[in-house]
């Protein structure tokens, strides 16, 4: 098998309309945005963890704090998220894109290992792999916040030339599975079932109460170690305390279908 270079790419800022700040926000702490890179950071499949934020002003704080923790990052534009995931890419030499968002604080390595020895395997076969059912929410078998896209380079450079709305700008790989089905092979993949989470667990932060829940399912978990937490832990939370779906249930999750 080839030797792939594998970068995840993590979009990340401080402007949320719902939560503002959110991947500063802290737990015991540690920042939402450092526990996930803590979480990436012990994936075997990846080479390269880079935060994409942007040039606003408003994110100032975030990039002194990605200064300080030596984390890789890129600045780029605030609205147009396809172009800053772009240059991104193509400011460090990859062939494979792990596509994340830094409101997934709880996303699972092992699932992410999973896909991306998967895209390896059928690199000629596929353009893009996704395991959210390319995200119709009817559709979709997993927890928001789980949700992970992997991508080709070179298939990239593609969207980039040929996407024009301003949905696409906005959703970076939203060309591919929308308008690009006859121009691009691409895969919902089907997870093990010890890599899938029940699909009304609520595990984004996007709001004061998801924010509440994922500290909660932290402290619960795994107090000092949180890059450790499985989804065996969440599910087991859950288990002893179901009634914790509730704090957050009322939240309704943007479409962009």
């Known amino acids: 098998m080839k030797n792939y270079i594998v970068s995840a790419i993590i979009e990340a800022r401080m402007g949320s309309t719902r939560l503002k700040g959110k991947v500063l926000k802290k737990i015991n702490g540690k920042e939402l945005i450092k526990i996930l890179v803590s979480r990436l950071k012990t994936c075997k499949e990846l080479d ?3 935060i994409a934020t942007s040039k606003k002003k408003s994110n100032y704080k975030l990039v002194s ?3 300080k923790n030596k984390f890789k990052y890129f600045l780029g534009s605030e609205d147009n998220v396809l172009l800053r995931v772009y240059k991104t890419m193509k400011r460090n030499k990859s062939d494979i894109i792990v596509r994340l968002t830094g409101d997934n604080p709880l996303i699972d390595p092992s699932s992410i290992d999973y896909m991306v020895k998967y895209f390896k395997k059928n690199y000629e076969k596929y353009d893009y792999v996704t395991n959210n059912n390319f995200g119709n929410i009817l559709k979709r078998n997993i927890a928001f916040g789980l949700d992970i896209s992997l991508f ?8 980039f030339l040929l996407a ?19 121009i691009f092979k691409i895969k919902n993949i089907k997870l093990p079932k010890n890599m899938i989470l029940n699909k009304k667990f609520r595990l ?14 932290v402290n619960y978990c795994n107090k000092y170690k949180m890059n450790s937490i499985s989804l065996n832990d969440i599910e087991l939370f859950f288990k002893k305390h179901p009634k914790a779906i509730d704090i957050n249930k009322h939240v309704k999750q943007k479409t962009i279908n």
Do not use: Q
């Open 152 to 159: 080709k380079s070179k298939s990239f450079e593609k969207v």
């Open 65 to 67: 704090f990605l200064k």
């Open 164 to 182: 024009k709305k301003k949905e696409h700008f906005e959703h970076p790989t939203l060309y591919f599975y929308r308008e690009g089905k006859k």
């Open 48 to 50: 390269n963890i880079i």
């Open 204 to 217: 984004t932060v996007d709001t004061k109460e998801d924010f509440i829940l994922i500290k909660k399912i």
